[in-house]
């Protein structure tokens, strides 16, 4: 049985709890709760686990014994004072059931005691954990863009930014830690699972290169949960990046993230005083957290997604862009087609830049890939896959930046996709605006279905006629006046 078969039969078993009211969140929550006891067994990591609490323990009881026994189990994995580990805390942090019924709650552990796990174990345990959140994403449009950004266009920002052995890699916007575990599974590729690391160095990867933040208690528990099952162990906290609490994260090699849309409750400001500029705007707080968080050293990177509006802000948002484009080499913007997200009607784009040694005029000139215009429908049906990056990849990955050739000319190519923009053009225009657009959609008849091209057809049709009749009416009564 593959991951996905797997994935498959544990989403389905949602449909038991509709009767109980339990939403696709709220399942999947559960689900951690529950496999996290079994997923331990399986990867013989029990010992922090009391023995009482423990997966064979727990799938052999039954009934009304079992709900009363699971509430309990909640309540204590939760409780630092009974169990001393944090990890355990974090998962079983605040946690309560939504199965009310205690047959529903039997059927579905002994559903999963039952599925084939030594399957699950060769394909990466992780990766089954990632496609049951993916599987949600899919099923909880509004919002859950924020927290499940699309694997594809993750993997396409990882390798684009290359992260290093010995590079400190960060998510400021953590949501259920992919970037982190993309960046984490793109180096272990590159060194055979780091066995070909030193003790030191295989530590530091597993323990000090991935860390992050994320403000949704739940979201921070499915988080802690990926990060477990990919053998990582970094610092990866609870909390508001835009609060004193992030100011942690600094001094680092690697930036990747999504950082959450929208303004702070009520227009209420950022309580870090580390941000030059002021602003409730969250993405445009989140960015400034960004470039600032980078090493100066020249060859920090980061790749952030970003709404259309942070590219076009005027007041603070053009300050903002003004500092990014002094402290960073703003080299590359991609701008993503609609529909990828969950959320829909937000137009995105990926942000890649590189802090420099000094904090003025770095960016020379900015190169934009126009992915938005004349492309496929995208939504669940037509998701976004690795080929749609083939040719961005290409152009982005020349390693001189000073040999990128321009797709675009205005007379035999006016529609090319890869354009080149100096720090002067850009700083002519309205705002110091970097939302550049000059590809246009195919005309309109080309775009439209026969159907409604029949329709205008026969519409345009039907109007000549009129017009005729109409004529013929006027000269019929110009003859008539004439014989008169």
Same mark, same amino acid.
């Given at each position: 049985m593959t &991951?996905?078969?797997?994935?498959?039969?544990?989403?389905n078993e949602c449909n038991v709890l509709r009767d109980d009211g339990v939403s696709y969140q709220d399942y999947i929550t559960e689900l951690t709760y529950i496999l996290f006891l079994k997923m331990s067994k399986e990867q013989d990591e029990e010992k922090d686990i009391p023995e009482?609490?423990?997966?064979?323990?727990?799938?052999?009881?039954?009934? @009304?014994?079992?709900?009363?026994?699971?509430?309990?189990?909640? @309540? $204590?994995?939760? &409780?630092?004072?009974?169990?001393?580990?944090?990890?355990?805390?974090a998962i079983y942090a605040n946690a309560s059931t939504a199965i009310d019924e205690p047959a529903n709650l039997e059927k579905i552990i002994k559903d999963i005691n039952d599925l084939d796990w030594w399957s699950a174990r060769e394909e990466g345990l992780g990766d089954l954990y990632e496609g049951l959140m993916e599987k949600n994403a899919n099923e909880v449009k509004s919002g859950a863009g924020q927290y499940f950004t699309p694997r594809?266009?993750?993997?396409?920002?990882?390798?684009?930014?290359?992260?290093?052995?010995?590079?400190?890699? &960060?998510?400021? #916007? #953590?949501?259920? *830690?992919?970037?982190?575990? #993309? #960046?984490?599974?793109?180096?272990?590729?590159?060194?055979? $699972?780091?066995?070909?690391?030193?003790?030191?160095?295989y530590d530091f990867q597993v323990k000090e290169a991935f860390s992050g933040m994320e403000l949704v208690p739940n979201t921070h528990r499915l988080a802690i949960m990926n990060e477990y099952l990919h053998g990582m162990d970094g610092r990866l906290e609870q909390g508001d990046s835009l609060s004193a609490n992030g100011k942690w994260m600094k001094n680092f090699d690697v930036v990747l993230t999504n950082p959450p849309f929208g303004t702070k409750k009520g227009g209420e400001r950022v309580t870090r005083d580390d941000l030059t500029y002021e602003t409730s705007n969250k993405q445009l707080n989140f960015l400034q957290i960004i470039y600032n968080s980078l090493k100066r050293d020249g060859k920090a990177r980061a790749a952030v997604v970003v709404p259309d509006n942070v590219l076009f802000a005027d007041g603070v948002g053009e300050e903002i862009r003004k500092d990014l484009l002094n402290k960073c080499n703003l080299h590359t913007i991609l701008r993503l087609p609609t529909g990828i997200f969950y959320a829909q009607g937000v137009q995105t784009n990926v942000l890649f830049f590189t802090r420099g040694e000094e904090d003025k005029d770095n960016t020379k000139e900015t190169w934009i890939y126009d992915m938005r215009h004349q492309m496929r429908s995208?939504?669940?049906?037509?998701?976004?896959? $690795?080929? !749609?990056?083939?040719?961005?990849?290409?152009? *982005?990955?020349? !390693?001189?930046?000073?040999?990128?050739?321009?797709?675009?000319?205005?007379?035999? &190519?006016?529609?090319?996709?890869?354009?080149? *923009?100096?720090i002067d053009e850009i700083k002519k225009r309205p705002n110091t605006s970097l939302d550049i657009s000059w590809m246009s959609d195919e005309e309109e008849h080309?775009?439209?279905s026969l159907k409604e091209i029949l329709s205008d057809m026969n519409e345009k049709s039907k109007a000549i006629s009129e017009a005729i009749a109409e004529l013929n009416k006027a000269l019929e009564g110009i003859d008539d006046s004439e014989d008169e």
């Open positions: &991951n996905q078969e797997i994935v498959q039969k544990l989403w009482k609490y423990r997966w064979d323990n727990l799938v052999n009881k039954e009934g @009304l014994e079992l709900k009363n026994f699971y509430r309990q189990l909640l @309540l $204590d994995l939760g &409780n630092p004072e009974v169990v001393k580990s944090e990890r355990i805390n594809v266009l993750i993997n396409m920002m990882v390798k684009m930014t290359k992260p290093k052995i010995g590079d400190r890699c &960060n998510d400021p #916007a #953590a949501g259920t *830690f992919g970037f982190m575990v #993309a #960046a984490d599974q793109y180096l272990k590729d590159k060194t055979d $699972d780091y066995s070909e690391l030193s003790e030191e160095k995208f939504g669940k049906r037509n998701p976004l896959n $690795d080929k !749609d990056f083939v040719e961005f990849e290409k152009l *982005f990955c020349v !390693d001189d930046r000073s040999k990128r050739k321009e797709t675009w000319d205005k007379e035999k &190519n006016p529609n090319g996709r890869w354009r080149k *923009f100096t080309e775009t439209k």
